[in-house]
T-cell receptor, first 113, second 116 residues
Framework: ETGVTQTPRHLVMGMTNKKSLKCEQHLGHNAMYWYKQSAKKPLELMFVYSLEERVENNSVPSRFSPECPNSSHLFLHLHTLQPEDSALYLC????????????FGPGTRLTVT | KQEVTQIPAALSVPEGENLVLNCSFTDSAIYNLQWFRQDPGKGLTSLLLIQSSQREQTSGRLNASLDKSSGRSTLYIAASQPGDSATYLCAVRRPDSGGSNYKLTFGKGTLLTVNP
């Protein structure tokens, strides 16, 4: 248990659906991250937030829309996804943006049909 | 651009065997290197973190070494157990030169199976 929770743990959605992934951290951290882990590919950083402000958008398609309403919560809004977006989406948090250690949640396994 | 390679991609060993997992990186200018464990469909658990000025770190049956100049790290697991079965990921962090040093570059991982 790392203090970072993610819901739902599994999600199946059609290409025309709209869904959201939720991440919550109970560590008092100020930075939060979204990563994508596709089969047979390294983890890819998607977005980084520091004190609710986005500091990184790693060339992610606009069908992924992040939201960070406060330093404890992070959302990833999904719409009109493609089958190749099926992956494990991991959330992480750290004390701050920089060389602080990142703590990962258990992930949401997303399948796009 | 930093690239991280992990060899082998998969490894199967009998219980009790000592084993070594390998990680190599193309740019030796790193801040630190971290080994993670990932169980199927789950998040990452940090195992060991080695700063660029260190040569090795130990935790229980795990020992990680770092040779920054040659761009290599190894994770040594002693007396392996079935509970060690998981994917092991290596990640390097860019230097603390200001901006973007939160970025971790990951390898694809080594899938370890320890058979009873």
């Amino acid at each position: 248990e790392t203090g970072v929770t993610q819901t739902p743990r599994h999600l199946v959605m059609g290409m025309t659906n709209k869904k959201s992934l939720k991440c919550e951290q109970h560590l008092g951290h100020n930075a939060m991250y979204w990563y994508k882990q596709s089969a047979k590919k390294p983890l890819e950083l998607m977005f980084v937030y520091s004190l609710e402000e986005r500091v990184e958008n790693n060339s992610v398609p606009s069908r992924f829309s992040p939201e960070c309403p406060n330093s404890s919560h992070l959302f990833l809004h999904l719409h009109t996804l493609q089958p190749e977006d099926s992956a494990l989406y991991l959330c992480a948090s750290s004390q701050g943006v920089g060389v602080y250690e990142q703590y990962f949640g258990p992930g949401t396994r997303l399948t796009v049909t | 651009k930093q690239e991280v390679t992990q060899i082998p991609a998969a490894l199967s060993v009998p219980e009790g065997e000592n084993l070594v997992l390998n990680c190599s990186f193309t740019d030796s200018a790193i801040y630190n290197l971290q080994w993670f464990r990932q169980d199927p469909g789950k998040g990452l658990t940090s195992l060991l973190l080695i700063q660029s000025s260190q040569r090795e770190q130990t935790s229980g049956r795990l020992n990680a070494s770092l040779d920054k100049s040659s761009g290599r790290s190894t994770l040594y697991i002693a007396a392996s157990q079935p509970g060690d079965s998981a994917t092991y990921l290596c990640a390097v962090r860019r230097p603390d030169s200001g901006g973007s040093n939160y970025k971790l570059t990951f390898g694809k991982g080594t899938l370890l199976t320890v058979n009873p």
